[in-house]
């Protein structure tokens, strides 16, 4: 029986703490990284049913008449947004970038099986909507934040641009989609704004909850 004298912090950690960087050729997970995947798909299904409400009155839609557009703005009382994207960058902060990758794989297929795990719901006929190329990349954001925020031991300044690089991602590979299911013209403008320009202020202070969380764990799990 080891003596409870081999059972240090340092040991525990090792044993439940976060993923190490990667130094092996083949992608296959470890368990470690397996149970942060886990927790890192809980983490975004969580994140996804819950919203934060600002008090402040954003423009929240444009409604275009003609093309070239004609812009009406429309203002809605208070700002709502789900901590999805948080939930997907906190998973690269907390679960390097293959427990991150694998969270949100197993959390796209779970969506796409039927079960509401989605802020609209769920089901295989989200593959023809506009926004999953944003579902889709936030496979790669996550495995993004992952690699770097683990490249050492990361300041909440570096997490930060970590978060804020993985929401980069996350748009780009929406816009593609926008790009690939819609023509250009009006419509497309239309699915810009509502996906990536709106949601972006949101986002943004996602991106910094995120970044906060990811190095208070990291703080508890390493230090």
């Not at 990758?101 to 297929?109: C, D, R, T």
């Not at 944003?134 to 770097?148: D, N, Q, R, S, T």
């Not at 925020?149 to 590979?173: P, Q």
Request: hydrophobic share 50%.
């Amino acid at each position: 029986m080891a003596s409870p004298s081999l059972l240090t912090k340092s040991s525990i950690r090792t044993m439940i703490g976060l993923p190490c960087a990667r130094r092996r050729s083949l992608p296959l997970p470890t368990i470690v990284e397996m149970i942060w995947g886990c927790i890192g798909f809980g983490l975004t299904v969580t994140g996804t049913l819950m919203q934060i409400s600002l008090p402040d009155r954003l423009p929240q839609s444009i409604t275009f008449g003609t093309w070239p557009p004609v812009m009406a703005w429309s203002f809605e009382p208070g700002y709502t947004f789900s901590l999805q994207v948080a939930a997907v960058l906190l998973c690269g902060c907390i679960c390097g970038p293959i427990g991150g990758g694998l969270a949100q794989i197993a959390y796209l297929s779970v969506g796409l099986a039927g079960f509401a795990v989605f802020v609209g719901g769920g089901g295989i006929d989200y593959l023809t909507h506009p926004q999953i190329g944003y579902l889709i990349a936030c496979i790669p954001a996550a495995m993004c934040v992952g690699h770097f925020a683990f490249r050492k031991n990361a300041s909440l300044l570096y997490l930060t641009l970590c978060t804020l690089g993985g929401l980069l991602v996350l748009h780009l590979g929406g816009l593609l989609g926008l790009l690939i299911k819609i023509p250009f013209g009006a419509e497309l403008w239309e699915a810009i704004l509502k996906f990536s320009v709106f949601p972006l202020p949101g986002q943004i202070l996602s991106a910094f909850i995120a970044a906060g969380c990811g190095w208070v764990v990291r703080r508890l799990l390493w230090s």
